[in-house]
DNA sequence: ATAGGTTTTGTCAAGCTTTTGTACAT
DNA sequence: ATGTACAAAAGCTTGACAAAACCTAT
């Protein structure tokens, strides 16, 4: 931010035409700038500030008043950190601690906007969710924060995945073991799947595994994904999880599997994350 | 609302021609705005508050009293509050009129926040781009205002197939032949294919059949679409479509094209909107 | 560094016109030159000193001070040393050879993840369209894989730009006149005003004059910009041009338009790439 | 519409420091 | 050539002030 500052206050004043004092003023009272100081103390402005006090000039003569006008100036400020940083979970986070839907989707909005699907999850909602899962821990988010974050979130995916059970390509479906209540991470991973072309059908959490193996007759599944994030909630199913890997290409995913479960029941066990995972089968299957 | 709260009650008066002791009359006696305020007490006005103020200005010289010009402004405010007018091109197309972005997009969000992809593309795009040549044939909406509409369709639909290239489907390419400019019914054609599980490669607009031919081999396509809207740009490549179609399984489509035009070459011809005509296609191949 | 050492002081004051004096303090306060020395103790300067001495004193006519035109002539030496790569385009070029839209995607997510948008389309889009303009004359890319390219760079441009008519900073309309078919650089310019809070509305290719005029009176445009890539396509409109430029602030841009043909209608040119013009322009209305 | 009080904002001054080109003595 | 000195130009902070714009209440 300062690293570009160079530009002492005669010369800013001299390419806008703001004279020093007022520029000082501004900075004073409104916060317009925030200049790099010389080891002496001058205030040293970089391009962007140039580009701030012009910004600010043409709001002042269309009428807003000094204070608004360094308001919207530095408001647009954000949408440019946003433009150069797009990928950052900060507003998504400021959104959920302010318990703010609006604030929460348009943030997602803004990264669904520019980015792919499998970037925003990899890059944006895995580091996101796992934030929020320390900062609950350390105390720092209600209860009620994460679950307003896992609602929007869940409820952003689901949209992005409606209609995944339509197609020609392989299919696949998704589900969590009884007693594991995060379905997120699954729907993540069909999502990855989609964009690879499958077809999708997610049971969700919590799901018994005779209901898995009856899904997957039904729909005729090429694959068969069971997640677990939480150790052990999988170790009593090993005789359904043999049954399924023997009818269907099972596969176990998540930090509560492990390739040494899988391969005792006759699985195989995918590792990273929902995108990595979904990369996977899809190269195993295809 | 007052979230963009930052015109002076000056300000106000200048770009609407009221005094202000009247805008604070009518403030107080028929509650027509409710400005925020800054730190030290001044109103701030948003936007809207300009657009109340003129309705009501218009209202009153038109003879209505200025409490009846005021109830007016502030039910008709109530009736923009509720738009559930779901499945409408309206929203879209009064937003087209206005050359404002963020309202065409947010209408575009709403519509594909609510349906599937295939549904917002049949029910409401197929007819509003259809309308919008209406009008612009009417001398109802500039060339300006067409582009435009254009523009944020297709940019949003192309948004929508971003990764539409990948997984194990059958694989289409799709093109414009040269000579025709519209690019966004393939665009459509390839939402609705990948929808049902396709890989896509959109070549666009105006391209010569050799690419097309050359872009084939590359991706290994299974189908090839050539789409063309206006009669007769096809007419001059009889001999270049009988090569494609020697070669790969060729489809034409759109109103440009015909059955019969289809049949000379050794190609398929698709009936209907990109939606239906994608149904057909893989139902042709699957 | 100093290999070549064989101007003395006095020479190389000749050359630059600094003071022999001067040149020893800037030598010794900012370490700005690091002569060799002679066995009398001489200072012995090379070639590259004149320039590192040229340099500052541009800097410091253009307004910088003489401590921070030092530390920006040394630090653009060292960014000189290490050619670090990381903007290369060849990632986009290789993914549109092979019509790869998900490894498009992909480059593109990269850099915007890691650059601020300014500097991608700078550094990479522009040269990449330039490349793939060469590579197509060549013979080297077909017009399938041009248009793909086209499509996929316009598609996240646009996405980046959505909202960018919302604000209350200065408003652009941007246009290619009739005939012009290339819109991607007026979009690079709309995203470089964006970024400098203006508001734009982009018209598109190929837009007759007239709807340029109502599009800049409905959205109460500050300026109004008409691109040309190819020459001769404003050949005709010199009326219509002259008639824009009485009612807005009216900017020529591109290798198609020039600054007497701006000038002969009463308009400004702007010269440069997408972002520099956007600059210009930016300054030029502030 | 007026009166009387408040807020906002651009400007200025006083007293002191930093920066920088040049000059002088060694 | 070196080191020190110096003075003009440019900057810094604090505090204050006055005109313009705005407030409420009558």
């Known amino acids: 931010m300062t690293d ?3 530009l002492r206050i005669g010369e800013l004043s001299q ?9 000082r003023a501004w ?8 200049p790099g100081r010389s080891d002496g103390g001058f205030r040293l402005y970089g391009d962007g500030d140039v580009d701030r006090v012009r ?3 043409q ?3 269309g009428g807003v008043s000094a204070a608004e006008a360094a308001r919207l100036v530095l408001a647009d400020a954000d949408v440019e950190d946003d433009l150069d940083t797009p990928l950052a979970s900060t507003p998504l986070l400021d959104a959920v601690r302010r318990l703010d839907d609006v604030g929460a989707n348009a943030a997602l909005d803004r990264l669904l906007a520019r980015f792919s699907t499998d970037t925003v999850i990899t890059d944006v909602l895995v580091p996101a969710l796992h934030e929020i899962g320390e900062l609950w821990a350390r105390g720092e988010l209600t209860v009620g924060q994460e679950h307003f974050a896992s609602a929007i979130v869940r409820g952003r995916l689901l949209a992005l995945g409606r209609g995944w059970d339509q197609g020609a390509g392989a299919s696949a479906v998704l589900a969590c073991p009884p007693g594991e209540r995060h379905d997120i991470p699954i729907v ?13 059908t997610v049971l969700g959490a919590d799901t018994p595994l005779e209901s898995i193996d009856d899904a997957a007759a039904r729909v005729g599944a ?3 994904v069971v997640a677990a994030l939480m150790p052990g909630v999988l170790d009593d199913h090993a005789d359904a999880l043999r049954m399924l890997a023997a009818r269907r290409r099972l596969v176990l995913a998540g930090p509560g599997a492990s390739a040494a479960q899988a391969a005792e ?7 990273g994350d929902p995108i990595v995972a979904a990369g996977a089968l899809a190269a195993l299957v295809g």
Chains 1, 2, 3 share one sequence.
């Open 59 to 61: 709001l002042i003569a």
């Open 27 to 34: 900075e004073r009272r409104y916060g317009l700038l925030h």
């Open 15 to 23: 390419r806008t035409g703001v004279a020093p004092a007022l520029l």
């Open 55 to 57: 910004r600010a000039q």
């Open 4 to 6: 570009d500052g160079y």
């Open 222 to 224: 090429d694959a068969v």
């Open 265 to 271: 029941v006759g699985a195989r066990y995918l590792e």
């Open 188 to 200: 993540m991973l069909g999502l990855g799947l989609r964009a690879r072309g499958w077809r999708v």
